[in-house]
């Protein structure tokens, strides 16, 4: 082989199937390395190579060589395991980490079932697109399809890079219909309220101040979840977001504490009155390091909550025949968001409720303050 060409064989066995690749690495005209991989054999790499070598020697640029003629299409699902050893098997950052099983999530879960057994060349803009509209026509939001589509187009533009590919074959579509764009269900201070009867009521009264803390203070998920005991100052009527291990992240199907979303996100949050007399009394059911827990000590996952109280607490179970515990719709499809802080608030929304409701709330979540039911009363 002339100088300025490598081959390079290696051994993708990180599913154990034993597989292997060839890839070919040459000097372009710059003296960088440019690299090309995918090829199932060694003859093949080597019959590359000296294409490329002859390219060289014939003064073409090789900072981008042609795409293979002749050589076997890529399979997709090969093409992918190589991508994912050519990233960083060491991210530095939590939210690398995050981003990476992310992305292999939405691999395993979406990609390879629908793309994995074919060929790289067989992946069309317009074939691309219209499966992009056959996951929003089964029911997935338009950013999760969104997110979907980002590491294929992402594989496939390394594909691409690598000549696998003539071009990348998602381009973003540049005439598109009139898609009305979802509104988004705002929660009133009464519906937050009602939420959270519900969800005390399916899985515990440990759920119901969850939800009535996110909704009054605005803090994410993963910053609630995340939340200790050092961190809850209940005499000052405050909690702290630690700016290192303010929050709890989910990374490859574990746990474990991390920043939290953004720089700013570390912070002090103030509680309102009555919110520190409920977790006060929360903080007794349990001795666990971490404020919010399931009845059975764990930490909460996303995912579980939202499936078993969230979702039916907000949307109802009127279509499950026999559910442990009814529950009506308060909000389909509610999004929660912040809330005013004052306990104002919260009164005229308990006194909203009606005198039937009321007594349900207080018996679930019996730890309220003495003005919220003092406002209430007068």
Known sequence: MDVGVIVDGKENG?????????????????????????FRSEDEAKAEARRIDDIHHGS???????????????????????????????????????RLAQYESLTRNHIRPRWGSGHLVDIGNL??????????????????????????????ADAADENL?????????????????????WDQPHQALRVALQAASLVGPWAGVLDI??????????????????????????????????????????LQLGPPKTAESARTVTLPPFLVELLRLHLDTHDHPHVFVTEHHALLRR?????????????????SSSPRVRVHPVAPEIERR????????WIDALA?????????LLAALPSVSRPMTEGVAS
Do not use: C
């Not at 076997?72 to 992918?80: E, L, M, R, S, T």
């Not at 590919?165 to 269900?185: A, G, K, S, Y």
């Not at 995912?303 to 279509?319: I, K, W």
């Not at 912040?338 to 608030?345: E, N």
């Open 213 to 254: 803390t996110a909704a009054w203070t605005g803090a994410r998920w993963g910053e609630l979840t995340g939340l200790r005991r050092g961190n809850l100052h209940l005499d000052d009527g405050r909690f702290v977001i630690d700016p290192d291990v303010g929050a709890l992240h989910e990374i490859d199907r574990t």
């Open 60 to 98: 073409t640029s090789t900072d981008n060589p042609p795409a293979k003629s002749g050589a076997a299409p890529v399979v997709v699902n090969d093409w992918i395991d190589l991508w994912f050893d050519g990233i960083d098997v060491a991210p530095t950052t939590l939210a690398q980490y995050e």
């Open 127 to 156: 074939a691309a697109h219209t499966w992009a509209a056959e996951l929003r026509s089964g029911g997935l939001a338009d950013s999760t399809v969104k997110t979907i589509m980002k590491p294929l187009a992402m594989i496939l």
């Open 338 to 345: 912040i809330l005013d802080t004052l306990q104002q608030r």
């Open 303 to 319: 995912s579980n909550f939202s499936r078993r109280a969230m979702r039916p607490a907000a949307d109802g179970n009127l279509h």
């Open 352 to 360: 909203g409720l009606g005198a039937t409701s009321q007594p349900d």
């Open 165 to 185: 590919l003539d071009h990348n074959p998602i381009r973003p579509r540049r005439r598109r219909r009139h898609h009305r764009t979802r509104e988004i269900v």
């Open 14 to 38: 990180s599913d154990g199937s034993g597989r292997n690749s060839w890839q070919v690495r040459y000097f372009r005209d710059d003296g960088t390395i440019g690299s090309k991989s995918g």
